[in-house]
């Protein structure tokens, strides 16, 4: 169980998602993954991506332009 | 049908280049699986030293239009065309190479980037993988 961190602050489309996508294909079953990033479509899409693979979204904080979300995998 | 995007890179313009690797990429994130077709001016970006050759579709003003976008993308962090290239072979995405378009321009087997592609076809190397793709694209 481990908890592998993604920052893609700063970064646009598409490497927020792609970024996401590269580190849960990398993750154990048990591990989380959590993705901190500023790309205001990124938060919406990485949910719907999460859906798609049937990932758990355990949680999505905002502070002020940055978002963080946590994914169980 | 499977949950596969298939496109067809037929353009070697710069833009057009960024828009299938974007959408590639993109696909084989949300979970899909991901073809891309590199045939006539598109398989030119293929060759050897030439990736990041391509012009601008619109505006390229003798070079200096591309020149000023690509300072744009620079300054908004846009990936470069190689690491979406790389993030693409990463996520299990498959390129082909058309044959045809290599015997039309003279381009051999040796002048290709062999790193990236996984297979050399013709048009029902296409159909095949178009058939069974929810999304294709002409680009």
């Given at each position: 169980m481990?908890?592998?961190?993604?920052?893609?602050?700063?970064?646009?489309?598409?490497?927020?998602?792609?970024?996401?996508?590269?580190?849960?294909?990398?993750?154990?079953?048990?591990?989380?993954?959590?993705i901190v990033g500023t790309h205001p479509a990124s938060k919406k899409e990485i949910p719907m991506a999460?859906?798609?693979?049937g990932l758990k979204l355990k949680d999505i904080e905002e502070d002020g332009d940055v978002w963080r979300i946590k994914i169980g995998v | 049908m499977t949950d596969k995007a298939t496109i067809v890179v037929h353009s070697g313009?710069?833009?057009?280049?960024?828009?299938?690797?974007?959408?590639?990429?993109?696909?084989?994130?949300?979970?899909?699986?991901?073809?891309?077709?590199?045939?006539?001016?598109?398989?030119?970006?293929?060759?050897?030293?030439?990736?990041?050759?391509?012009?601008?579709?619109?505006?390229?003003?003798?070079?200096?239009?591309?020149?000023?976008?690509?300072r744009r993308m620079q300054a908004a962090r846009v990936a470069s065309l190689e690491k979406l290239l790389q993030d693409f072979k990463e996520l299990g995405g498959k390129i082909i190479a058309c044959e045809m378009t290599m015997q039309i321009m003279g381009i051999k087997k040796d002048d290709l980037r062999a790193d990236l592609i996984d297979?050399?076809?013709?048009?029902?190397?296409?159909?095949?993988?178009?058939?069974?793709?929810?999304?294709?694209?002409?680009?």
């Open positions: 481990a908890d592998i961190k993604v920052d893609v602050r700063g970064e646009t489309c598409p490497v927020p998602l792609v970024e996401t996508r590269k580190a849960l294909r990398k993750a154990s079953p048990g591990d989380t993954v959590e999460l859906k798609a693979l | 313009d710069m833009d057009k280049l960024y828009s299938a690797l974007i959408i590639a990429t993109g696909a084989l994130s949300m979970g899909m699986d991901a073809s891309l077709y590199f045939t006539f001016w598109g398989l030119e970006r293929l060759v050897k030293g030439k990736l990041e050759g391509g012009r601008l579709s619109r505006m390229h003003l003798f070079g200096i239009g591309k020149w000023m976008v690509r297979e050399y076809g013709a048009v029902g190397t296409y159909v095949q993988e178009a058939r069974e793709s929810s999304i294709t694209l002409f680009i």
